[in-house]
T-cell receptor, first 117, second 115 residues
């Protein structure tokens, strides 16, 4: 009965390195959302993906950030050339279907805490 | 655009007492959903309760209830019989009904339960 799985739980990178964050949705879920949480803030939406498609990336910074959700395997949030300001908790959520009522809660993973040295 | 406002950065409550965490929202959608999540110090996001904009009754889930006042655009969370384990950050969130839209979160309220 696995929920949303994110790894790693903690990730430390030096400035200029690349960070890769992984998210496996709940079984049967085909929609993945990535959110970023800065210290003492709420979660802010970054990108929404279905399998092999980016549906909405309006919250994603234009440079250095990218996301994918391949047909096989987890969703990946990739941050290139990381800077100190990228230090945050990154959460992934999944939901079972597109469209329909707004009452589908999003099930969150435990997050990845990214620290940039 | 949707917006969630939580005006209480921090709240204290005595164990076994009830507490209300405030949430107001703004949206132009006719149909929308309101959610509360709990984030303990360990960091995970735990879904607590949901209220639909067309639901006539206030949602309840165990010790959690949602005081929904549509005309005032408020969706306050009421926790009854507070327990020490309720100490956490609490986030109010909403989503519209346009497809599988993402959640919009408030800044949160830190609740501390005192023995």
């Amino acid at each position: 009965n696995a929920g949303v799985m994110q790894n790693p739980r903690h990730l430390v990178r030096r400035r200029g390195q690349e960070a890769r964050l992984r998210c496996s949705p709940m079984k049967g879920h085909s929609h993945v959302y990535w959110y970023r949480q800065l210290p003492e803030e709420g979660l802010k939406f970054m990108v929404y993906l279905q399998k092999e498609n980016i549906i909405d990336e309006s919250g994603m910074p234009k440079e250095r950030f990218s996301a994918e959700f391949p047909k096989e395997g987890p969703s990946i949030l990739r941050i290139q050339q990381v800077v100190r300001g990228d230090s945050a908790a990154y959460f992934c959520a999944s939901s079972p279907r597109g469209g329909g009522p707004s009452n589908q809660p999003q099930h969150f993973g435990d997050g990845t805490r990214l620290s940039i040295l | 655009a949707q917006k969630i406002t939580q005006t209480q950065p921090g709240m204290f409550v005595q164990e076994k007492e009830a507490v209300t965490l405030d949430c107001t929202y703004d949206t132009s959608d006719q149909s929308y959903g309101l959610f509360w999540y709990k984030q303990p110090s360990s960091g995970e996001m735990i879904f607590l309760i949901y209220q639909g904009s067309y639901d006539e009754q206030n949602a309840t889930e165990g010790r959690y209830s949602l005081n929904f006042q549509k005309a005032r655009k408020s969706a306050n969370l009421v926790i009854s019989a507070s327990q020490l384990g309720d100490s956490a950050m609490y986030f109010c969130a909403m989503r519209g009904n346009s497809g599988n839209t993402p959640l919009v979160f408030g800044k949160g309220t830190r609740l501390s339960v005192i023995a």
